[in-house]
């Protein structure tokens, strides 16, 4: 569990700036900032770090290329004070403490989209100075008011610009200019992947098993798996995709709340050569396998997804900044890598 107690602790760390092959993510005082492999941006503000308020969120997403909208999107916890009659409330909306509307949340899932109108006061709002104590967003409603902190935007939103190459346009959030809004750069296309359905488990014959189950001890990842455990009963999965590979899957860590399962390429026959996949998976399904790292309100995953011959990535995100918020698991998903995946029959 080393490597999940790493992952979290960069999380909770909100750090300042980064960089890599999956995307963009920069963060400042109340905001965070994470762009995908397409240079869709997702900005998303909270109330304020120093605990004087309940946990509010709002994000707003762009998609890459001239002339794209900004959607904004408001999420606190459960509504746990609403009525019992009532499965859904408006919420009273200000927007730098001027009246701007209202938007209806519902009891088990707090969220909602803000209008047309209300994003074209919002964003002008973000780049202002404002009295202390005021959010740059407040709802108000059953059990309270929640307010999302303005501290940070503008520079999150800067960034925004400047990954998808904005900066000097009309379209710009902060530093518009007179250059053509056509000059900025398009989308990029998300890589597309031709997945399969993962073969069906079997059962392997027990000296087969115990066999392969002595070689993945000395696997890399292998040595603190429970299911290899000799003094315990083997928790080994095998499914064969040819008749030279098999996927071999083994219980590393069983939690009071998850299941942690390494997984290996092997050899059908002996010498097995183990080829680790990843050590931190807790979900499967038809065609993929996911990592969900979490812990109280942090969280990232990844997915990878089964081509016939090995698996890949076709998706990560994260939940940004965690350390404060109390958003179990975090307020959103931000991707920063996406893929288009397609099985055998699916549509373009």
């Not at 499965?87 to 509307?101: C, K, Q, V, W």
């Not at 064969?240 to 390429?265: D, F, N």
């Amino acid at each position: 569990m080393t490597r999940l107690l790493a992952v979290l602790g960069l999380l909770c760390g909100a750090a300042q700036a980064g960089t890599g092959a999956e995307g963009i993510t920069f963060s400042h005082l109340d905001w965070d900032l994470v762009c995908d492999n397409t240079r869709t941006c997702r900005a998303a503000g909270y109330n304020a770090a120093d605990g004087s308020g309940p946990p509010a969120s709002l994000l707003l997403t762009r998609a890459a290329g001239p002339d794209q909208p900004v959607r904004a999107e408001f999420r606190t916890e459960r509504l746990d004070d609403m009525p019992d009659k009532l499965d859904s409330a408006p919420l009273t909306m200000t927007i730098a403490g001027r009246p701007a509307g209202t938007l209806v949340a519902r009891r088990d899932r707090p969220a909602g989209e803000l209008s047309r109108a209300q994003v074209e006061a919002l964003l002008p709002a973000l780049l202002a100075p404002l009295p202390e104590g005021v959010g740059v967003l407040a709802l108000s409603g059953p059990g309270g008011t929640w307010r999302v902190s303005g501290a940070g935007a503008t520079a999150v939103l800067l960034k925004m610009d400047d990954v998808q190459g904005r900066i000097g346009t009309p379209g710009a959030l902060v530093r518009k200019g007179s250059k053509a809004e056509a000059a900025v750069p398009p989308a990029l296309p998300a890589p597309v992947v031709a997945a399969r359905p993962l073969p069906a488990s079997f059962a392997l014959p027990a000296a087969r098993l115990s066999a392969l189950a002595a070689v993945l001890r000395k696997a890399p990842a292998g040595q603190d798996c429970e299911g290899l455990d000799p003094a315990a009963p083997l928790e080994l999965t095998a499914r064969q995709p040819s008749a030279g590979k098999m996927l071999v899957t083994a219980l590393c860590h069983a939690g009071s709340r998850e299941r942690v399962y390494a997984l290996w390429i092997v050899n059908a026959v002996p010498p097995y050569a183990p080829a680790l996949v990843a050590d931190d998976i807790t979900d499967f399904s038809a065609d993929k396998v996911r990592s969900l790292h979490a812990m109280h309100e942090c969280a990232s995953a990844e997915e990878r997804s089964w081509t016939g011959r090995a698996f890949v990535l076709t998706r990560a995100h994260t939940s940004g900044q965690c350390a404060g918020r109390l958003f179990p698991y975090g307020a959103w998903q931000l991707p920063t890598f996406v893929t288009d995946v397609r099985l055998p029959g699916s549509r373009p």
